[in-house]
């Protein structure tokens, strides 16, 4: 699945294994799982992939494109590369899945 543009879509929810079932790409490309603790913050930065991040559990502030979402348990985020982003863990922290989208 190529992503073309960011966005964010609520609800998906699912446990850890029915995400990674659902996000291991059927091409070339590969999951993991992130834990960040309250308030980790990922400075601005690029990726050469496309990736989808799925939240597990907690939030993360998410920010692309100049707006900045509030993501919780169930939400992804769909990144195409080289999209400059950055994020901030919510206050419980935040547990993610990240599906890692090879060209």
Do not use: W
């Not at 190529?2 to 070339?28: A, Y």
């Not at 999209?83 to 090879?102: E, N």
């Amino acid at each position: 699945m190529q992503v073309k543009r960011v966005s964010i879509k609520k609800g998906f929810g699912g446990s850890l294994e029915e995400v990674v079932r659902n996000l291991l790409p059927t091409d070339t490309g590969y999951v993991e799982v992130q834990h960040d603790v309250a308030h980790k913050e990922h400075p601005t930065h690029t990726h050469p992939t496309d990736e989808i991040l799925h939240i597990l559990e907690g939030s993360v502030y998410f920010t692309a494109d100049g707006e900045t979402v509030l993501c919780e348990a169930g939400d992804r985020i769909f990144l195409p590369s080289e999209t400059v982003h950055s994020s901030k863990a919510g206050p419980d922290g935040c547990v993610y899945v990240i599906s890692i989208l090879k060209n």
